[in-house]
């Protein structure tokens, strides 16, 4: 535009300058003084020909410039992109490139108590689940729990984050892979799937490969990490399948970062009723142990296709509610020789394999995991080799089966946000519900309902 402007003034001041030699020639004749003017104005005429020349190579030459920066910046910055994506490294959208993916957040697939997640494509074709969290300082907390948690870290069993976006006083995004066969809860109880939402009933055989996935998944935060991973909401809704039907563990908006020397961490109650460790609700601190306790209580679900606490209504009024505790009813059976009559009856009644020494070793594994006494409770790294059966389980001690998880049942007075007392039972009322009243943010995120 400004070489543009300048050419019209060059052209403008050189016929100027040519009629004026013309004015001249006709009222001074062939003078003195029209020679001198004359002289001068071809003089300027001259002057301002060679600067135009000269100003446009010289912007020539700095378009040509321009154009190979410019080329060169776009390879630079393929080439940064595609070392990002092979290491791993989350990328940063822009807010116009997550509305178009997602066709304006139009595919809801989860939404929690401050975040929904969105189905989206990329421009190159790839799925993704973009979760939108919201709120100022509690959207901000999670936000940065997650990418603490999942951005620097890489295994097959852990949910990938690839990228984010932030708007200045508005809502965070992650945006992760799509896992398509949505979260395990729809394929371990009965009547979660629905038509949006994959579901049915997991082999035997595919829950055992199932339970070793998560135990490896969370013996890698624990273990293998420069600072441990505490996930601290380890329940079937943040389990994904794949299309392989592996798991995928996601949803890390609860986690803290420990240091290799710590023991414990002090940290606000906010994780799922039913899955929460003791110490965690005594206000003890959390650790590893929080987690492990969440993994066994998930483990018998897994066993027995039904939520752990149930409670059976004898009418309508409240003080005739019948709790059923589905760990003591494993422990009854084992000492019975029982176990079978545990696992789950459509697996039993679609006369499908399984192997009763799986089942064995699995429960064995889940009492270990949710003994009371935060110090029986194996690490994740020897769950793994206990369930790959690498070393012998032993029977675990007998335990009070006493659920500190006044959640479940003080909700019936004070709501969800009542303080944590010790109660006998714990969790949820019917286990074809979902999670109703939780202060996790407890969705399936990535998974496609």
């Given amino acids: 535009m400004e070489d543009k402007k300048a050419n019209i ?40 020909f060679v600067c135009t020349v000269i100003r446009g190579r010289y912007h020539r030459r700095r378009r040509l410039l321009e154009k190979k920066l410019v080329s060169e910046g776009q390879e630079l910055r393929i080439e940064y992109s595609f070392l990002r994506k092979v290491a791993g490294v989350p990328i940063k959208f822009r807010h116009k490139e997550l509305v178009d993916a997602t066709d304006n957040f139009q595919a809801l ?45 890489q295994h097959v069993n852990l949910v990938r984050l690839m990228g984010y976006c932030c708007l200045p006083g508005g809502p ?40 070793i996935d998560v135990a490896k998944a969370l013996s890698y935060l624990h273990h293998d990490c420069r600072s441990r991973i505490l996930h601290l909401d380890v329940k079937p809704e943040n389990i994904l399948i794949d299309e392989n039907y592996r798991a995928i563990v996601a949803d890390f908006g609860l986690s803290k970062l420990m240091g290799k020397d710590e023991s414990r961490v002090i940290t606000t109650i906010r994780g799922t009723k039913g899955y929460l460790a003791p110490e965690w609700l005594l206000e003890h601190g959390v650790s590893e142990k929080s987690d492990i306790y969440s993994y066994g209580m998930v483990l018998l679900e897994m066993i027995g296709g039904r939520r752990n606490v149930t409670v059976i209504e004898n009418g309508p009024d409240k003080s005739q509610r019948k709790w059923q505790y589905f760990p003591k009813i494993v422990r009854d059976k084992l000492r019975e020789g029982k176990l079978i009559e545990a696992v789950d009856q459509r697996l039993v009644e679609a006369g499908g394999i399984i ?15 949710i003994q009371e006494r935060a110090k029986l409770r194996p690490s994740m790294a020897q769950v793994v080799e206990m369930l790959e059966g690498r070393v012998a389980v032993d ?43 939780s202060s996790s943010f407890a969705m399936s995120v990535l998974s496609g309902r």
């Fill in 355 to 369: 192997d009763e020494r799986q089942v064995k070793r699995l429960v064995h594994v889940a009492l270990w995991c």
């Fill in 109 to 153: 697939l989860g939404q929690g108590a401050s975040a929904s997640v969105f189905k989206g494509i990329l421009s190159d074709g790839t799925s993704v689940a973009v979760k939108q969290i919201e709120g100022e300082e509690h959207g901000e907390k999670e936000f940065k729990s997650e990418v603490a948690a999942i951005a620097s870290v």
């Fill in 9 to 48: 003034i060059a052209v403008t001041i050189i016929i100027g300058l040519i009629i004026f030699i013309i004015v001249a020639r006709v009222s001074l004749k062939l003078s003195k003084a029209f020679f001198l003017i004359a002289g001068a104005d071809i003089a300027v005429i001259l002057a301002v």
């Fill in 172 to 211: 965070r995004f992650l945006v992760y892979e799509f896992i398509p066969n949505g979260s395990l809860d729809s394929w371990i109880f009965p009547g979660r799937e629905t038509r949006n939402r994959p579901g049915g009933c997991l082999s035997w055989d595919l829950r055992y490969r199932v339970a």
């Fill in 395 to 437: 029977e675990p001690p007998d335990t009070q089966m006493i659920v500190v998880d006044l959640l479940s049942i003080y909700e019936e007075n004070s709501g969800c946000d009542a303080r944590p007392k010790i109660a006998a039972m714990g969790s949820h009322k019917d286990y074809n519900i979902p999670n109703s009243c």
